[in-house]
T-cell receptor, first 119, second 114 residues
Framework: AQSVTQLGSHVSVSEGALVLLRCNYS??????LFWYVQYPNQGLQLLLK??????LVKGINGFEAEFKKSETSFHLTKPSAHMSDAAEYFC?????????????????FGQGTILTVHP | DADVTQTPRNRITKTGKRIMLECSQT?????MYWYRQDPGLGLRLIYY???????NKGEISDGYSVSRQAQAKFSLSLESAIPNQTALYFC?????????????FGPGTRLTVL
């Protein structure tokens, strides 16, 4: 079984401040991990993904995330928040395509974190 | 043009009505998924299909059914809609190619059941 926990349903930062969105996962096999962003009235867009290569992953719009196996974490960061970063962010986990099992190829999402950026 | 499209984008209906939500994709992916999004609950998987003849229940399939009419089309039906099915529904697709496991999402259908 796999699961994702996002700590903090709402995060508020000032423009220019560090953004840190927390994600912890549970998986019976080494996972693939994703961060998606949802802007108001839109679908989900992939920010970045970890697929067992480099543990520090860089994504679009200046975001990055670090896979830490010992902490079962995949926190999302951005050094300097911009007003346009205001959105809801989702962390998701899946098992790699060669792992088999009932969760093969399926994404499990966290509860989401709404990011607010203040001027 | 959008790679994953959903129709309708918004729908208001009454309890007991049958509703169909449609999803089409031009990405050439063989895998398709239906999710519902509720505030504070993230996205939950309703049904998924790994090819036209392979359809599987997700974690919350009760009250829903699906049809995979072709590789590019995957429909979700609510046979008798109830108010707690009011939610935002997303269709997604993905490729089976090794490591290309990211999913691509449609714009969503906002369904309100009165």
């Amino acid at each position: 079984a796999q699961s994702v926990t996002q700590l903090g349903s709402h995060v508020s930062v000032s423009e220019g401040a560090l953004v840190l969105l927390r994600c912890n996962y549970s998986s019976s096999v080494p996972p693939y991990l994703f961060w998606y962003v949802q802007y108001p009235n839109q679908g989900l867009q992939l920010l970045l993904k970890y697929t067992s290569a480099a543990t520090l992953v860089k994504g679009i719009n200046g975001f990055e995330a670090e896979f830490k196996k010992s902490e079962t974490s995949f926190h999302l960061t951005k050094p300097s928040a911009h007003m346009s970063d205001a959105a809801e962010y989702f962390c998701a986990v899946t098992n790699p395509t060669n792992a088999g099992g009932t969760s093969y190829g399926k994404l499990t999402f966290g509860q989401g974190t709404i990011l607010t950026v203040h001027p | 043009d959008a790679d994953v499209t959903q129709t309708p984008r918004n729908r208001i209906t009454k309890t007991g009505k049958r509703i169909m939500l449609e999803c089409s994709q031009t990405k050439g992916h063989d895998r398709m998924y239906w999710y519902r999004q509720d505030p504070g609950l993230g996205l939950r998987l309703i049904y998924y299909s790994f090819d036209v003849k392979d359809i599987n229940k997700g974690e919350i399939s009760d009250g829903y059914s699906v049809s995979r009419q072709a590789q590019a089309k995957f429909s979700l039906s609510l046979e008798s809609a109830i108010p707690n099915q009011t939610a935002l529904y997303f269709c997604a697709t993905s490729d089976t190619y090794y490591q290309r496991t990211e999913q691509f999402f449609g714009p969503g259908t906002r369904l309100t059941v009165l």
